[in-house]
């Protein structure tokens, strides 16, 4: 399959690989999705494997880029569609009604653990919260409080020890202010049983999240991250692409999608920065690509380290081309907004959020930025979940039909017949279902976990 006229390579529908359509040289640029994704190291015959072995990323440090927009302003399209959701005093809108245990310190996982237990409430253990410094300490702030101001979340318990440097009187710095009803907090060493004060706080926090019921929302509501893991040489054919178009038909009906995983940008950071409508948000978006890139060399590491043995296996060579697919999943619509680590989304539209391409931790940045479900595209197959419904999108067949106790959606029928618009139709269907009521693949396991950036010293 020639997936753009410009393209020196196909992809081989059976195992997702690269192959020469023509000669060539040594030194010549690699062209797929139109865009280079590389360079050849040797001469490359015709028909011949084009992988790690003949091919090199062009990948280097920060680049200077120039503002030159290239994009279609997305047109609104009325719609009457609408999801099942719960409606927050503070207006916002989830699409669960859950109670979680929210920790301040890795010390009190298994007392919120065992609360959780006991009373059917989520918890998210995490090792943080304690000897961290400076901005380090604040991202796992910024984070938390995302987590507690969820829509999805009906209720709140706050954990935490009481001696840790984010105990609750510093975190409530950050939270700001909070709903008494919905937010309660616990220090484990002020009471004589942390077990049964928290018990008795999370039935509290029950009675309170009982008193809200789903009712007809408007699909504007709806805020979507956008990821991918475990990609392969389908990930920017079948699952990416159909994710992007999805996204295109939300945003064009008033919805915000997220899009993250900034060194999975890097290589096709151009095709977004074309997309800002104003030279703000250009600058803003160079400064997410660069900064990132810093971030690597302060840590004496390369930045194209990326593609993971995984990629590879499944015909991913160099970062440009995973970057290339990875975009994808933003489809077209112009940037309305580019977010850092702890921003919430306030904007309809496509938005960029600061953050790796870590499976869990990019996903719990995306909760921590407002989002009320992921979708997640895989080539690899993956059961993590984070507090969120985790959908997860199979880029093949084999493995929607391996893996039916992991995968919500096959979309690999790109590949056999069927259209693009028919296949955003079913996706857009099912996702209406999840925010509706219906559970995932990872919330019917029980997969649901979280994990916080760190970029710092510990003490």
Known sequence: MRIHPLDNVEVNLENGHKYALRPIEDGEMILKYGNPIGHAIRDIAKGEHVHSH?????????LEYRYQPNYVETERVPTSQTFLGYVREDGEVGIRNDVWIIHTVGCVNKVGKRIAELTGAKCFE????????????????LILRGLVNHPNAAGVLVLGLGCENNNIAEFQKVLGSWNPKR????NAQECEDEIEEGVQLVRQLQRYADTFQRVPVPVSKLKIGLKCGGSDGFSGITANPLVGSLSDRLVSYGASCVLTEVPEMFGAEHLLMQRCPTEELFQKTVELINNFKDYFTRHHQVIYENPSPGNKAGGITTLEEKSLGCVQKG????IADVLDYGDMVTKNGLSLLNGPG???????????AGVQLVLFTTGRGTPVGGPV???KIATNRTLAEKKKNWIDFDASPLLEGKTMPEMT???LDYVLRVASGEETANERGGYSEISIFKDGIVL
């Not at 995490?126 to 702030?141: A, M, N, R, V, Y």
């Not at 489809?331 to 112009?334: A, E, K, L, N």
């Not at 870590?358 to 921590?368: E, F, G, K, P, R």
Request: proline share 6%.
């Open 54 to 62: 003949n091919m090199r990323t062009n990948l280097s440090g920060n």
């Open 126 to 141: 995490h090792p943080f919260g304690c000897s961290q410094l400076g901005d380090d300490q604040k991202i796992t702030q």
């Open 183 to 186: 937010v309660s907090f616990l």
């Open 331 to 334: 489809g077209g619509s112009p």
């Open 358 to 368: 870590n499976d869990i931790v990019a996903v719990t940045n995306l909760v921590a």
């Open 389 to 391: 419904p985790t959908v």
């Open 425 to 427: 139709e079913a996706l």
